[in-house]
């Protein structure tokens, strides 16, 4: 095979009390088997929002010397069994790495290994002020491709889309949010304050208690708010 290891032992000729030739009286050969670059994460984790932390985890060949690379992430080498890896900014980024012992080295290069998807905006339009007993409407904007809404907040009529209404019934400065998903399964939040007034007070009363046909009254509505 490629790789041997000889063991030789020389020793004298029986009955001479002296070396009178070498000879081979025992020797081992071990056949060397090259090592074999291989890695897991921990929980299988190769994709993530935002920031991403990732634990490799090294299953190569025992007693291998390994040499990690990982362009994009933090640290971008390392020699650990098993180190911990942390990715800041979108995108996609390949791993190496490299094993090596007496017997020889393997290399192992898996491109796009790692993604990291941008983390969704959200933000909420509604009326700063409405009054108790009014109807409010809320909608949801992002520029990304949204799946799923949850809203949170006073009378809400609904909760599960990008546009939903709500019907406070108190007064005061009431906090609308909304949670939402989008196509890579990363979340962002946000929210809106919106001022509940009272409804205005007011009476109306009229000129006459009655009135003939074609005749005109006087009406009058008196009230604050």
């Given at each position: 095979?490629?790789n041997?290891q000889?063991?030789?032992t020389?020793?004298d000729?029986?009955?001479?009390?002296h070396v009178v030739?070498?000879a081979f009286d025992?020797?081992e050969?071990?056949?060397g088997?090259?090592?074999?670059?291989?890695?897991?994460?921990?929980?299988g984790v190769s994709?993530?929002?935002?920031?991403?932390?990732v634990q490799?985890?090294a299953?190569?060949t025992a007693?291998?010397?390994?040499?990690?690379?990982?362009p994009?992430g933090?640290?971008?080498?390392?020699?650990?069994?098993t180190?911990?890896?942390?990715?800041n900014?979108?995108?996609?980024y390949?791993v190496t790495?490299?094993?090596a012992?007496?017997f020889?080295?393997?290399?192992l290069n898996?491109?796009?290994?790692?993604?990291?998807?941008p983390?969704p905006d959200v933000?909420i339009?509604?009326?700063?002020?409405v009054c108790?007993?009014s109807?409010?409407d809320?909608?949801?904007?992002s520029?990304?491709?949204?799946?799923n809404?949850?809203?949170?907040?006073?009378g809400?009529l609904?909760?599960?889309?990008?546009n939903?209404q709500?019907?406070p019934?108190n007064t005061?400065?009431?906090v609308?949010?909304?949670?939402?998903?989008?196509?890579?399964g990363?979340t962002?939040?946000?929210?809106v304050?919106t001022?509940v007034?009272?409804?205005?007070q007011?009476?109306?009363?009229?000129?006459?208690?009655?009135?003939c046909?074609?005749?005109?009254?006087t009406?009058s509505a008196?009230g604050?708010g």
């Amino acid at each position: 095979t490629a790789n041997m290891q000889l063991l030789v032992t020389i020793a004298d000729m029986p009955g001479t009390g002296h070396v009178v030739e070498a000879a081979f009286d025992v020797f081992e050969i071990t056949e060397g088997i090259a090592p074999q670059a291989s890695f897991a994460t921990a929980a299988g984790v190769s994709s993530g929002c935002g920031q991403l932390g990732v634990q490799y985890i090294a299953t190569a060949t025992a007693g291998s010397l390994i040499q990690w690379v990982f362009p994009g992430g933090t640290p971008a080498e390392s020699t650990e069994l098993t180190p911990w890896v942390t990715y800041n900014t979108p995108g996609t980024y390949p791993v190496t790495m490299i094993v090596a012992s007496l017997f020889g080295f393997d290399e192992l290069n898996s491109a796009g290994y790692i993604t990291v998807y941008p983390q969704p905006d959200v933000s909420i339009t509604a009326a700063n002020t409405v009054c108790l007993g009014s109807a409010i409407d809320l909608t949801a904007e992002s520029a990304n491709t949204l799946t799923n809404w949850q809203w949170e907040g006073n009378g809400l009529l609904n909760t599960g889309s990008a546009n939903v209404q709500a019907m406070p019934d108190n007064t005061g400065n009431t906090v609308y949010s909304v949670t939402v998903t989008d196509e890579n399964g990363c979340t962002a939040s946000g929210s809106v304050n919106t001022e509940v007034l009272p409804a205005p007070q007011f009476t109306i009363s009229a000129a006459a208690g009655t009135v003939c046909t074609g005749a005109t009254l006087t009406l009058s509505a008196t009230g604050a708010g």
